[in-house]
């Protein structure tokens, strides 16, 4: 453990105060849960690369690589701790004080700028009230949480000064939109996005179904395979031609969506090469234009339209369980995926989202 921690507190300067910015998103450079880990030598200089062309937040936790990214961004960052914002995280079932020691031990530092509660699970209030405590002591300078829904999030604010929520967000992915995203606006947290580029989907590079290899975080998130696949493809390709007449990577483009939705603060975007780190960089050469935003909007609604339940389907759903009814009952041909999941999580239970909601509706269209 480091001595003469750093007992400056609150936020770090332009932490979540003005225009979007791009951040890095460091789980990719622990070089586990992406396939081919790649040299360490490859990953050390794509962090400097995003050092060198201005990129000052930077996002990891413990998991990422056992720990990896945090000693890889260590090595890195230490030239140039006083000019970054270095943001981790605990996991809710680990004990705060000996998981923060471990990351500064990694990190080669005193202090984090943001120490986020990795997921409200367990009992995340007693974790969240853990960091609280380690913020006064000034081992972070600021408080946050992720991966939360809004009714945590409220909870949160109840029990520590949290400073921010991180969640994912990318032009497909919206539930942030209906309750989150708003509610961080309102009480003026910094919003984080992560997956802004749908864990490399809108990289625009996969044209079919890919296999991942074993090991590959991937090979289980649903929009790589069957119809959610396809629904994406049709929109990447109707994105490629709009981001060549911009002079734009497809990359740029979904990372400028995101970077010109109102209250986010940082988009975190990964990459494990400098080449990657240019091509992200991009998206802030200039912001999106607000009609190009609605135009993509209008795509996507398009492609990700439910169906409307007939008779015969509300019928044969009263003898299914809640949820099932629940979002049978809701298939008006009017309301998204985002807003029936968000319905049902504000009743309390446990939360749904609107991936399950798009499963679901796949299996009635296929007949299951």
Same mark, same amino acid.
């Given at each position: 453990m480091h001595t003469g921690a750093r007992r400056t507190l609150g936020p770090p300067p332009h932490f979540g105060s003005g225009p979007a910015t791009l951040g890095f998103g460091a789980w990719a450079v622990g070089g586990a849960g992406w396939g081919s880990a790649g040299d360490r030598s490859g990953r050390e200089a794509t962090v400097r690369r995003?050092?060198?062309?201005? /990129?000052?937040?930077?996002?990891?936790a413990p998991s990422y690589g056992d720990g990896e990214s945090e000693r890889l961004l260590g090595r890195v960052l230490k030239p140039v701790r006083d000019r970054i914002v270095i943001a981790t995280k605990v996991g809710p079932r680990d004990d705060p004080r000996a998981s923060l020691e471990a990351s500064l031990r990694r990190l080669d530092t005193d202090y984090v700028d943001l120490l986020q509660l990795h997921e409200a699970l367990g009992d995340w209030e007693r974790a969240l009230d853990g960091l609280s405590r380690l913020q006064a002591e000034g081992l972070a300078r600021a408080v946050g949480i992720a991966n939360a829904t809004h009714l945590q999030l409220r909870r949160a604010m109840e029990i520590a000064p949290v400073a921010s929520y991180q969640g994912p967000y990318n032009l497909?992915?919206?539930?942030?939109?209906?309750?989150? $995203? +708003?509610?961080?606006?309102? !009480? %003026?947290?910094?919003?984080?996005?992560?997956r802004p580029?749908?864990?490399?989907?809108?990289?625009?590079?996969?044209? =079919?179904?890919?296999?991942?290899?074993? %090991?590959?975080?991937?090979?289980? &998130?649903?929009?790589?395979?069957?119809?959610?696949?396809?629904?994406?493809?049709?929109?990447?390709?109707?994105?490629?031609? /709009?981001?060549?007449?911009?002079?734009?990577?497809?990359?740029?483009?979904? $990372?400028?969506?995101?970077?010109?939705? +109102? %209250?986010? #603060?940082?988009?975190?975007?990964?990459? !494990?090469? +400098?080449?990657?780190?240019?091509?992200?960089?991009?998206?802030? !050469?200039?912001? $999106?234009?607000?009609?190009?935003?609605?135009? &993509?909007?209008?795509? /996507?609604? #398009?492609?990700?339209?439910?169906?409307?339940?007939?008779?015969?389907?509300?019928? =044969?759903?009263?003898?299914?369980?809640?949820?099932?009814?629940? &979002?049978?009952?809701?298939?008006? %041909?009017?309301r998204t995926a985002e807003e029936i999941a968000a319905e049902w999580t504000d009743r309390g239970d446990i939360p749904m989202i609107a991936a399950q909601v798009k499963v679901f509706t796949d299996r009635l269209r296929a007949g299951v």
């Open positions: 995003a050092v060198e062309r201005g /990129v000052t937040f930077f996002d990891t497909f992915d919206r539930d942030v939109e209906l309750r989150e $995203l +708003p509610l961080a606006r309102e !009480r %003026g947290l910094a919003f984080l996005a992560y580029l749908a864990s490399g989907l809108l990289s625009g590079k996969l044209e =079919a179904p890919p296999e991942f290899a074993p %090991g590959d975080h991937r090979r289980g &998130i649903y929009w790589f395979q069957g119809p959610e696949f396809a629904r994406r493809r049709g929109v990447i390709e109707r994105l490629e031609p /709009v981001a060549r007449r911009l002079d734009l990577t497809l990359s740029a483009l979904a $990372l400028g969506w995101v970077l010109a939705r +109102p %209250g986010v #603060a940082v988009v975190l975007a990964g990459a !494990r090469t +400098p080449e990657q780190v240019d091509q992200n960089l991009e998206a802030a !050469r200039r912001p $999106l234009p607000e009609d190009l935003v609605r135009q &993509i909007d209008a795509m /996507v609604a #398009a492609a990700f339209r439910l169906p409307a339940a007939d008779a015969g389907l509300r019928r =044969a759903a009263a003898e299914w369980g809640e949820r099932e009814r629940f &979002i049978v009952e809701r298939l008006d %041909g009017a």
